[in-house]
T-cell receptor, first 110, second 114 residues
Framework: GEDVEQSLFLSVREGDSSVINCTYT??????LYWYKQEPGAGLQLLTY?????DMKQDQRLTVLLNKKDKHLSLRIADTQTGDSAIYFC??????????FGKGTRLSVIA | DVKVTQSSRYLVKRTGEKVFLECVQD?????MFWYRQDPGLGLRLIYF???????EKGDIPEGYSVSREKKERFSLILESASTNQTSMYLC?????????????FGPGTRLTVT
């Protein structure tokens, strides 16, 4: 079945760039998503990328997709303490539930 | 903005009690989902529904049931709560129109079973 893998932890200094990586297995993925979960809250959709795109930029966020390697990354420029959260990668292959990774906990050190 | 609300943020129940978790969305979405989230295990899908009165089992349906009598409301039922059901429960909804099926999440209910 489909699987989405992420590293569990990432620690960066305030002002540096963060890069969160994700790999997925289903080559028929149409859209890939990044969600953010702040402590004690639900998941908030951050951004998404369509599978025929290589890159998408949205202010401090850059999403890179390597479809050949089934690799997705989220880069956060100028990381701030407010970016500390759990980040989930998810894939969609149609009108079925999204398949989520286990989440990467980003810690930003002041 | 899509709004998904859940009936309680925190809930404490005793072992053996019947527990109802309610979820309501205001965007006329066809799909609704229930997940539980535990440290190190990520999100695990319990049940989902594509339409009123329809339900599909997710990855971990044992010990749970669901009800969807109205399009906007999806209830998760723990028939006889057990301590291993202590968890964060997240509800989500999504639309079936277009090609994007991103899910919108509620704030979660942290359930403790003692």
């Amino acid at each position: 079945g489909e699987d989405v893998e992420q590293s569990l932890f990432l620690s960066v200094r305030e002002g540096d760039s963060s890069v969160i990586n994700c790999t997925y297995t289903d080559s028929s993925s149409t859209y890939l998503y990044w969600y953010k979960q702040e402590p004690g809250a639900g998941l908030q959709l951050l951004t998404y990328i369509f599978s025929n795109m290589d890159m998408k930029q949205d202010q401090r966020l850059t999403v890179l997709l390597n479809k050949k390697d089934k690799h997705l990354s989220l880069r956060i420029a100028d990381t701030q303490t407010g970016d500390s959260a759990i980040y989930f990668c998810a894939e969609s292959t149609g009108n079925t539930p999204l398949v989520f990774g286990k989440g990467t906990r980003l810690s930003v050190i002041a | 903005d899509v709004k998904v609300t859940q009936s309680s943020r925190y809930l404490v129940k005793r072992t053996g009690e019947k527990v109802f978790l309610e979820c309501v969305q205001d965007m006329d979405h066809e799909n609704m989902f229930w997940y539980r989230q535990d440290p190190g295990l990520g999100l695990r899908l319990i049940y989902f529904s594509y339409d009123v009165k329809m339900k599909e089992k997710g990855d971990i349906p044992e010990g749970y049931s669901v009800s969807r009598e109205k399009k906007e409301r999806f209830s998760l039922i723990l028939e006889s709560a057990s301590t291993n059901q202590t968890s964060m429960y997240l509800c989500a909804s999504s639309s079936t129109t277009g090609l994007r099926y991103e899910q919108y999440f509620g704030p979660g209910t942290r359930l403790t079973v003692t």
